[in-house]
């Protein structure tokens, strides 16, 4: 089966889907902004660390070629702390729109991208970055950027078979992999207690990237 490409490989989902995507012998491109920050990223010979920018729309074609998804996950945004002053609501929007150009000029189809639980919609049926009581409103900023992404995919995705999984609010690093995990809708999934580790989402990227099921959709994943 033919490759990985991980925009966004140093991060903390990037780095879990690198590691599970090799433990399954898959051969993996790690795309990222600095190679100099992350050379101990290629492990072993089935990684190759390349420089990009998943909003470059000219160079993701030249990066795609020959690989068989493409994954998205990329962040503007780390944490609170690093407040919003840098952050341009357009992000995933340019990203969005520089995956569907660049995947089909290289002939490749399958795109699998991280979303974000704020988008996820409540019992209420609205977005939860909607609720002030339920989400931090001084993160809606990014919360409303990561939505325009989503609706960018609907709206302009038709070329590429894409697909978001969504994890919930608690999404853990250290959490272990089990394995398993469960896919849902576009609502918050419904039990208070659902979590998922970084290495749960990778095993349900990966096995979206060995066999695909979910076409040019969104879909919450949780333990
Ligand atoms: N509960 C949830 O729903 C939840 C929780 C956390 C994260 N997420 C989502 O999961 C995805 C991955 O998040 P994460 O936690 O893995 O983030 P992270 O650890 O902050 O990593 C993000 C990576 O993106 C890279 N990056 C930033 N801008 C880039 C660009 N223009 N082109 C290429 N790479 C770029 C960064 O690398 P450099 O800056 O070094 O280039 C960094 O390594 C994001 O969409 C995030 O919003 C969802």
Same mark, same amino acid.
Do not use: C
């Given at each position: ?12 989902? %990037? ?24 050379? /101990?990223?290629?492990?072993? &010979? ?9 909003? &470059?729309?000219? %160079?993701?074609? /030249?990066?795609?070629?020959?690989? /068989? ?16 002053? #840098? ?9 969005? =729109?520089? @995956? ?6 290289? #002939? ?10 704020? $988008? !996820? ?5 609205? *977005?939860?970055? &909607? ?17 325009? %992404?989503? =609706? ?26 089990? %394995? ?6 576009? =609502?918050? *999934? ?5 979590? @998922? ?7 349900? !990227?990966? &096995? ?14 949780? $333990?």
């Amino acid at each position: 089966m033919s490759g990985v490409v991980v925009f966004g490989a140093g991060g903390r989902a %990037g780095r879990a889907i690198t590691a599970e995507a090799r433990a399954r012998g898959h051969r993996v491109t790690a795309v990222v902004r600095d190679p100099g920050k992350y050379a /101990g990223l290629a492990t072993d &010979d089935g990684v190759r660390l390349v420089r990009g920018d998943v909003t &470059d729309a000219a %160079g993701i074609a /030249g990066l795609v070629r020959g690989h /068989g998804s493409v994954v998205h996950a990329v962040s503007p945004f780390s944490g609170p702390e690093q407040g919003f002053a #840098g952050l341009d609501p357009l992000f995933y929007v340019k990203a969005a =729109d520089a @995956l569907i150009r660049g995947l089909p000029e290289a #002939g490749v189809s399958r795109l699998l991208v991280v979303g974000l639980f704020a $988008n !996820l919609k409540t019992a209420g049926g609205h *977005p939860v970055l &909607d609720d002030p009581e339920a989400f931090p409103q001084e993160i809606r900023p990014f919360a409303a950027a990561h939505t325009a %992404g989503l =609706d960018r995919l609907r709206t302009h995705g038709g070329a590429v078979d894409w697909l978001m999984l969504t994890p919930p609010a608690r999404l853990e690093a250290g959490g272990t992999r089990t %394995g398993g995990y469960r896919t849902g809708g576009d =609502d918050v *999934p419904e039990s208070p207690a659902a979590h @998922l580790s970084y290495a749960d989402l990778a095993v349900a !990227l990966v &096995d979206e990237h060995e066999r695909p099921t979910l076409h040019r959709t969104r879909v919450s994943v949780f $333990n």
